[in-house]
């Protein structure tokens, strides 16, 4: 599926045509550079690889500058590759948003959602806790509740749904709904939320 990579600007809302006020989010996506070519006879498989973001050469790895060297581009802070883009594209080419959304597309944005450090089980999994009905116990009314078995198995079984790291996974939000697209300022307005913080960066799928 043909897609940018870009950088997640913030969320607003606009009216639409009803006068509905419909929440959105601001992605600068693109522009993206082609930095690798790969073909069925030399890899196997088709696909464009494209980067995204500027990068300094001293934070860039010799074989990764070789890289970029070769496609005759500045080293880039994120690749990721894309399929089907419908036409034919070589090494260096740039790629703008105008290109490959139109209004009214669906897309899917992938990203990685906000941390959120170690957690409990009621924020983390949506557990209930128990109320007020404590018997006088105090500091039981966010905790986990009983983990274990009896003698028999005498363990806890594996993927025991306990407090922990939250967040900070990739997340893909599907079927969103291409609201405007801004050429000039090559900007993508998508109806609703995607995961990330302000200025995280996001692989924008058709």
Same mark, same amino acid.
């Given at each position: 599926? #043909?897609?940018?990579?870009? !950088?997640?600007?913030?969320?607003?809302?606009?009216?639409?045509?009803?006068?509905?006020?419909?929440?959105?989010?601001?992605? =600068?996506?693109? #522009?993206?550079?082609?930095?690798?070519? !790969?073909?069925?006879?030399?890899?196997?498989?088709?696909?464009?690889?494209?980067?995204?973001?500027?990068?300094?050469? +001293?934070?860039?790895?010799? #074989?990764?500058?070789?890289?970029? @060297? +070769?496609?005759?581009?500045? #080293?880039?802070? /994120?690749?990721?590759?894309?399929?089907?883009?419908?036409?034919?594209?070589?090494? $260096?080419?740039?790629?703008?948003?105008?290109?490959?959304?139109?209004?009214?597309?669906?897309?899917?944005?992938?990203?990685?959602? !906000?941390? +959120? $450090?170690? &957690?409990?089980?009621?924020? /983390?999994? %949506?557990?209930?806790?128990?109320?007020?009905?404590?018997?006088?116990?105090?500091?039981?009314?966010?905790?986990?509740?009983?983990?274990?078995?009896?003698?028999?198995?005498? /363990?806890?079984?594996?993927?025991? /749904?306990?407090?922990? &790291?939250?967040?900070?996974? &990739?997340?893909? *939000?599907?079927?969103?709904?291409?609201?405007?697209?801004?050429? =000039?300022?090559?900007?993508?307005?998508?109806?609703?939320?995607?995961? %990330?913080? @302000?200025?995280?960066?996001?692989? *924008?799928? @058709?």
């Amino acid at each position: 599926m #043909p897609g940018l990579i870009g !950088k997640k600007i913030g969320m607003t809302s606009i009216f639409n045509a009803s006068g509905k006020n419909v929440p959105c989010t601001i992605i =600068e996506a693109g #522009p993206c550079v082609v930095t690798q070519v !790969k073909t069925l006879e030399k890899d196997g498989y088709e696909c464009i690889q494209l980067g995204f973001g500027e990068k300094g050469e +001293k934070r860039t790895s010799k #074989p990764m500058l070789g890289h970029f @060297k +070769k496609a005759g581009v500045t #080293p880039r802070r /994120r690749l990721t590759e894309f399929f089907n883009f419908g036409r034919e594209l070589k090494l $260096g080419d740039e790629v703008k948003v105008e290109e490959i959304f139109n209004e009214g597309d669906y897309v899917f944005v992938v990203g990685k959602s !906000k941390g +959120k $450090g170690f &957690q409990g089980v009621v924020k /983390r999994h %949506g557990f209930g806790g128990v109320g007020q009905a404590t018997h006088g116990q105090h500091n039981r009314l966010r905790a986990p509740g009983s983990v274990g078995a009896a003698s028999f198995p005498a /363990r806890v079984f594996k993927g025991m /749904r306990m407090a922990g &790291q939250t967040g900070a996974l &990739q997340v893909t *939000i599907e079927n969103l709904e291409v609201l405007k697209v801004i050429p =000039e300022q090559g900007l993508l307005v998508v109806k609703g939320a995607i995961p %990330g913080h @302000k200025g995280a960066t996001v692989v *924008i799928r @058709k």
